[in-house]
């Protein structure tokens, strides 16, 4: 089984390929598990704190070079986690960074499978960022059209159509995941605006100051790394006969509120930690984050066995056990 991680020096690039690296096989498509004989984690730099593993290869190299996609992908791969991309902030900001990173180079990517024909188990990430505007302030259900108010959401929802016409195509056998915001991330702040929502947690449980630049009462709808972990394996376990025609899912997630959250970590830790936060307004950030929709009913998702977390104190708690047990 030969398995590639796009994106894989990410938080969720290295939970997922030490999760691949510890079972040590794989189940796609329904079938029974593979043994995994070759995981090649592929980033602008390499990924750091891995274990030493003779099944690992690293590559760091530029995801928009066709020549660099085409020498990693003319020898066949079993399944392809697509997870690279240029976060929600930075995209706004640099419109030509990422239109390069999350549009083209998953359609360069994409090219090359149709070119090789070996019709790898393709998982996309996708965002929650492709509903906003008046339709987001609703309830988003499975058939709810895309409404992208941010350039990372427009280039998302792109690439997911993409992906799911060449599925149809057979030229890849694609699942598409809408993400939630991901919380509690480990290490230090991204330039995603949703990053704050981790920061909020992170930083007062590690003895620092965070910043929140929303109001307490803005809603998120949020998803634990090791939930999502699960979520992306179980994707490229699914029978393509299961997801249809149609393979984008929106991820099961928990809406809460900003309020909410720092409550839970006040009755966790203590008021001292929670005091730890600065309210201090963000313009920028609150004109992408306020656009997202954040109530979702994701049937189609929880019918088809992806899972969630059951409270914000469990996310705060999978943090503590898996980030700060030294």
Known sequence: MRIIIFGAAGFLGKKLAISLLEEGSISLNGKAPQEIRELILFDKYLAEGLPVDARLSLVADDICS????????????????????VVSGEAEKNFDLGMNVNLHATLQMLELCREFAYQPVFVF?????????????????DGTAATPMSSYGMQKVVGELLVNDFSRRG??????????????????ANAATTSFISGII????????AQCPVDRS?????????????????????????????????MPGLTTTVDDMVNTLETMAGKEV???????????IQSVVLTFATDFETKRAD?????????VREVIEIFMEDEMKA
């Open 171 to 188: 030229f890849i056998d694609g699942r598409i995941l809408r993400l939630p915001s991901i919380v509690v991330r480990g290490g230090k």
């Open 125 to 141: 990430s996708s965002s929650c960022a492709a509903f906003g505007g008046e339709l987001a302030k609703g309830v988003i259900q």
């Open 66 to 85: 066709e020549s660099s996609l085409r020498n990693l992908l003319e020898k066949p791969a079993d399944v392809i986690f697509h997870l690279a991309a």
């Open 218 to 250: 803005t809603r998120v709808w949020i998803l634990s790394p090791r939930r999502m972990t699960q979520n992306f394996l179980h994707a490229a376990h699914l029978p393509a006969e299961k997801l249809g025609k149609n393979r984008i899912l929106t």
């Open 303 to 311: 019918q088809l066995g992806f899972v969630k977390d059951a409270s």
């Open 274 to 284: 929670a005091e730890r936060i600065d309210w201090e307004p963000d313009e920028f």
């Open 202 to 209: 992170r930083e007062p449980l590690q003895g620092e100051r």
